[in-house]
């Protein structure tokens, strides 16, 4: 029986017959035999080592009676995929809706004419997977490097990708300085069976040459992967690290998707690919960290990102930061709903009103109406996933 204890700033994990310590504020983590019980000789000990500090009395708390635009832009360029994740949120489809590139530049235009930072951040995310539409995001960038001229501005670019994209497409974005993240869960059958092609084949070969490729090139890049208690953590993390991958941002799968239809956690789930529970997640973590420590990895998660930073929001687009635009035109107040035939389009409406019952800011972009709320009350998780 595994037991989570929070003492101070530190998490203390029991796992058999010893105790995970861990200050994700100071960074160090530690194994210890016997429970670090306040006063005691281990308590003291580590306390000096840097654990057991007390908690920050507060978040970073913003000005929200004041919304000063939008701070980044993010487009959901297609609905298009050519992989069948079996936990994909958008349940995206071999051919489906793309975002038009005057309604892509017009998105930009807006929100740079409303910019007032120095630096233009635009990601490519999904809804599906947006390096099938690459074409579209080069003009993108070629007008962001225009009006960053212009205006002079500074330029920063960000891909969310699946990994399948050419040899060629990653060269220009190694080009064009871009952030990339690439999801991907493992060695190749943890990879084929959660991320498969449409067509049921395997995609662990192209994305494992691509991540070979990006380290061959010395560039720096994130793997996100989606974390099942069926695997073994440890050597999800040692074939990441036998590749040279040097940033790992791990989240637990989430039971809610193409085959998930029900948000059950643990081996209560009726699918065989489940999701952890919290005790579960952490102690995995943990052990994550430790096999991230032997190949120099950086590791992360959301929450344990969020506590260290002291933000007093959890998400860019639901805090009135990032002005994410969908295929259709339409401001999203979550990157997991797309449009308002997806599953969670009332669930989100009923939050906002719920969570906020707040004005709302309304906009155009070309004749596409639209309304975003400016106010969030949850700090430290996402609120669709706290609804759901």
């Not at 003492?7 to 010893?18: A, K, N, Y």
Request: glycine residues 8%.
């Amino acid at each position: 029986m595994q037991s989570t204890y929070l003492i101070e700033d530190t998490l203390v994990v029991q796992g058999g017959d010893s105790y995970i310590v861990y200050s994700p504020f100071s960074g160090k983590i530690a194994r210890v035999f016997s429970f670090p019980e306040k006063g005691t000789e281990i308590f003291l000990s580590l306390h000096e080592s840097g654990f057991f500090n007390a908690l920050p009395e507060s978040t970073r708390k913003d000005d929200i009676e004041t919304w000063r635009g939008f701070r980044s832009l993010t487009l959901l360029v297609t609905r298009s995929c050519n992989l069948a994740c079996i936990y994909c949120y958008a349940a995206a489809k071999k051919s489906g809706r793309t975002m038009s590139l005057n309604l892509a530049l017009q998105s930009l235009k807006w929100f740079a004419e409303q910019f007032k930072g120095n630096t233009i951040r635009i990601s490519f995310h999904g809804g599906g997977e947006p390096t099938l539409e690459f074409a579209l995001i080069q003009e993108v960038v070629k007008e962001a490097y225009y009006l960053a001229q212009k205006s002079s501005k500074k330029t920063r670019f960000q891909i969310v990708t699946n990994g399948t994209a050419s040899i060629g497409i990653f060269d220009w974005f190694i080009d064009n300085n871009f952030g990339i993240s690439i999801s991907a869960d493992g060695p190749a059958f943890i990879q084929n069976r959660n991320r498969p092609f449409v067509n049921g084949k395997g995609s662990s070969e192209i994305v494992e040459k691509n991540i070979r490729y990006l380290v061959s090139r010395n560039y720096p890049f994130t793997i996100r992967l989606t974390f099942s208690s069926i695997d073994d953590i440890r050597e999800i993390v040692r074939y990441f690290g036998n590749l040279g991958v040097k940033s790992l941002h791990v989240e637990p799968l989430f039971p809610h998707g193409r085959e998930y239809k029900r948000v059950i956690f643990g081996k209560e789930s009726e699918k065989e690919v489940y999701s952890p529970d919290g005790k579960e997640f952490v102690t995995s973590f943990f052990k994550a960290m430790g096999v991230a420590r032997e190949f120099g990895i950086r590791i992360t998660n959301s929450h344990i990102g969020h506590l260290t930073k002291g933000l007093g929001y959890f998400c860019g687009s639901a805090s009135g930061r990032s002005m994410i635009v969908t295929d259709e035109g339409f401001i999203s107040g979550c990157l997991e709903v797309v449009d308002d035939q997806d599953s969670d389009f009332e669930l989100l409406k009923k939050i906002h009103l719920w969570l906020m019952k707040l004005p709302l800011l309304d906009f155009k972009i070309g004749t596409v109406a639209f309304c975003f709320p400016v106010k969030i009350v949850l700090q430290d998780m996402c609120v669709l996933v706290a609804a759901r």
